[in-house]
């Protein structure tokens, strides 16, 4: 049970980052794109879209960290999401094309991603046991 804790506040921080970051990008992406100086996309839509889906998996990491035992099956989702991510920023990160940006949540992503991983892990000894 002591291994529950830190999984619990992991989705939480999963949950409370992920839900504000698209709560900003859907709601005020103009403002956000000129505060870091970088061109939005020729339409709001393209931006609006992934931080509404975005919104879903942030509902989806509440649902874990209130039940992660029960809720397990869903962290992979989770990781999915950050390798989908992650592949993308760091492959136009390194061939010189991401916007600086996008930098930090690609590197928040990939600790998350990990700390998922350890989650899952966890979760299946807590289970085994």
């Known amino acids: 049970m002591k291994n529950l804790r830190w999984i619990i506040l992991l989705f939480y921080v999963a949950a409370a980052y ?12 103009s403002s956000i794109f000129s505060w870091f100086n970088v061109s939005p996309p020729n339409h709001p839509g393209y931006i609006q879209f992934p ?8 509902v989806m990491f509440l649902n874990i960290a209130r039940t992660p035992i029960h809720n397990r ?10 390798v989908s991510y ?9 061939s010189g094309a991401l916007p600086t940006m996008w930098k930090p949540f690609a590197v928040f992503d990939v600790i998350f991603g990990l ?8 979760l299946k000894n807590e289970q085994s046991s």
Request: net charge neutral.
């Open 115 to 122: 700390l998922f991983m350890w989650a899952n892990i966890s």
């Open 51 to 58: 931080a509404a889906l975005l919104i879903v998996f942030a």
């Open 86 to 94: 992650c592949s993308v920023a760091f492959w136009h990160w390194f």
């Open 18 to 29: 992920d839900g504000i970051l698209s709560a900003a990008f859907l709601f005020i992406p």
């Open 73 to 82: 099956n869903l962290i992979l989702y989770g990781i999915l999401l950050k």
